[in-house]
């Protein structure tokens, strides 16, 4: 067999060579943020198959969509009219490759395959070696957490590369990992690589491109987010993204409820209730949390979530979120989370699953959200239990929360940042929705929850009780007595 020259047909330019040599330098993860037409692409095609036939293995290059990393990527041609898929040559390929699925065996073992990060379900199971995630900006950020555990149990690597989209997920891992001396990480612009002249970006800005959108693709701005964004303007310098404690609330035969530690629990609290801590004076507050929630009907792709809200502190505190659990159950998990924020406010979606949710929620007699509704014809009244998403009730939640985004609060959870990133108004059809691929779980929750704080009386605490002759001369008092020892 005649020798074989890996990488084949490429050679990298020098900005490619640090990334294109990372692992082999001994780096496990990467971050590579480039600038539109640097070749991100066609360096990774290369450093994959360059690790696959070191190691024997199965590697995976995801895409935002199955449909884009078949365009892109396997029928996908550079600007030279070389195919990308080329750069795997005959000599190293194991029998013809699979179309339908896009993977291809090499000779020595290794299985590449081209994955759509909008059905990641596809995979669960599997073991990858090694993997890129292409346009990680875009792509549905629990791919990276199905796949986490399984790169630290075997020792594989993963390569992010994109271009900004605002400060979605890509900004929240580019800013851990450019302070973390276990990944590589680099931000390469226009100016960096000079694969991009000023003169083909003049000729972009004259046939329309927005100053921001120019930003964002050849000078990597997070700043300049999505132009369609409902969000737009209100996520900058939200940077207070932290993990909680994981686990779950569990309940006693004594009706008493605990958070339990548990790093595959659904809950994530980031603050405590007020009554557990060390510092807490033993006065009470009224109507002090309130919790939203989106309901899905559990079977693996939209996820059910909760939020609840410190109407005193003004923050998110905790999260509930799971695609495993049926909207019936959803309703004992969103009892007790209620139970243990004292008594919070439940605000679930009165749409398709919630509608299970509220009745399993009235049947425990929980604290739920309700409004009387007035019946236009005969003008009776009815009871109306949970907050019904019509397209205005979406655009008015929404708005409260662009405008407590706006306020600076800290948000302490990715995922809600990640998804308010690609939370658009469709100009043609006027609705708010998450982006083709993306979700709007948390979104909504988040926005429920801030509309039970409006709905709510004003947070107070409750004043200590006056006893002995204070009170005694109190109670007089009120009653317009006279008082004497």
Not at 49 to 66: D, H, L, N, Q, S
Not at 124 to 141: D, I, K, R
Not at 393 to 401: F, M, N, R, S, V
Request: charged content about 25%.
């Amino acid at each position: 067999m005649p020798e074989i020259t890996i990488p084949h047909n490429y050679t990298p330019r020098p900005y490619q060579e640090s990334l294109f040599d990372c692992i082999a330098n001994g780096y496990r993860r990467a971050v590579a943020v480039w600038c539109r037409r640097s070749g991100k692409d066609k360096t990774l095609i290369n450093l994959i198959i360059k690790e696959a036939m070191k190691r024997v293995g199965v590697y995976y290059y995801f895409f935002p969509t199955y449909n884009q990393g078949r365009k892109v990527m396997w029928d996908g041609i550079d600007r030279d009219g070389f195919k990308y898929m080329d750069h795997i040559p005959p000599e190293l390929r194991d029998g013809d490759p699979n179309k339908a699925e896009m993977k291809q065996r090499l000779i020595n073992g290794s299985l590449f395959q081209i994955i759509g990060t909008d059905n990641i379900d596809a995979i669960m199971g599997t073991n990858p070696v090694g993997c890129v995630f292409s346009e990680y900006a875009l792509q549905n950020p629990a791919a990276w957490d199905l796949i986490r555990p399984i790169l630290a149990e075997n020792g594989g690597w993963a390569v992010f590369n994109y271009t900004p989209r605002g400060r979605n997920h890509g900004f929240i891992l580019y800013e851990m990992a450019k302070n973390n001396p276990e990944w590589f990480c680099e931000l390469l612009t226009a100016d960096d690589t000079g694969a991009v002249t000023p003169q083909i970006i003049q000729a972009e800005r004259e046939a329309g491109m927005s100053e921001e959108m120019i930003k964002q693709e050849f000078f990597c701005s997070f700043e300049a987010a999505l132009s369609s964004c409902f969000f737009t303007g209100a996520l900058e310098g939200h940077n207070s993204v932290a993990s909680g404690a994981t686990g779950s609330i569990t309940v006693s035969k004594a009706k008493e409820y605990d958070f339990q530690d548990d790093p595959k629990g659904i809950l994530e609290a980031w603050r405590f209730p007020y009554y557990l801590l060390d510092t807490w004076d033993q006065r009470h507050w009224t109507y002090r949390y309130c919790i939203g929630s989106d309901i899905s009907e559990g079977l693996g792709r939209d996820y059910s979530v909760a939020y609840v809200f410190d109407r005193h502190l003004r923050e998110i505190v905790a999260k509930m979120r799971t695609n495993k659990i049926n909207s019936h159950i959803w309703g004992d998990h969103l009892n007790n989370l209620s139970h243990y924020y004292e008594n919070a406010l439940i605000v679930p979606e009165r749409n398709g699953s919630g509608i299970t949710t509220i009745d399993r929620l009235r049947e425990l007699k929980a604290n739920l959200y309700l409004r009387e509704v007035v019946d236009q014809i005969g003008r009776q009244v009815t009871k109306q239990y949970g907050y019904l998403e019509t397209r205005e009730a979406k655009q008015l939640i929404c708005g409260e929360l662009k405008t407590y985004l706006t306020s600076h609060k800290p948000i302490y959870d990715r995922h809600l940042l990640a998804e308010c990133a690609t939370f658009i108004l469709d100009e043609a059809t006027k609705r708010l929705e998450a982006d083709e691929g993306f979700h709007d779980d948390c979104v909504i929750a988040a926005a429920l929850a801030l509309h039970g704080d409006l709905y709510l009386p004003k947070c107070e605490m409750v004043p200590i009780p006056v006893t002995g002759w204070r009170g005694r001369q109190a109670e007089a008092s009120a009653k317009d007595t006279v008082w004497a020892v």
